[in-house]
């Protein structure tokens, strides 16, 4: 790997994870929240990816990767579940709302 094309890489991994980050400090949405965790999670797999092919065990980044994205899309699909459920029992995503909750 050339040292443009790392560098580019990287760049994108740090935006991805920007992105991710200020979305997640920014959006009250659970669906929305669901959406940046998961922009963070690839952000780690691209990372992941990129570690591996520096350290020429790209076979094996490649394998956790594959398993990173399958855990992430079971919980990515809870999630939503989850989200939908709230809306249709409380009729609303907003999580300050939903933190004001006890019980």
């Known amino acids: 790997m050339t040292s443009s094309l790392l560098n580019l890489c990287l760049i994108g991994v740090f935006g991805l994870l920007g992105?991710?980050?200020y979305g997640l400090l920014a959006v009250r949405n659970l669906?929305?929240?669901v959406i940046v965790l998961q922009i963070?999670?690839?952000?780690a797999v691209l990372g992941l990816i990129i570690?591996?092919?520096l350290s020429a065990h790209i076979n094996l980044s490649q394998s956790l990767a594959i398993t990173v994205i399958v855990a992430d899309t079971i919980v990515a699909v809870v999630g939503m579940a989850?989200?939908?459920q709230v809306q249709r029992q409380l009729g609303?995503?907003?999580v300050k709302t939903l933190s004001s909750l006890r019980g």
């Open 92 to 94: 609303t995503l907003d």
């Open 19 to 21: 992105v991710g980050l």
């Open 31 to 33: 669906i929305k929240i």
């Open 40 to 43: 963070l999670v690839k952000a």
């Open 82 to 84: 989850l989200a939908v």
């Open 51 to 53: 570690a591996g092919n």
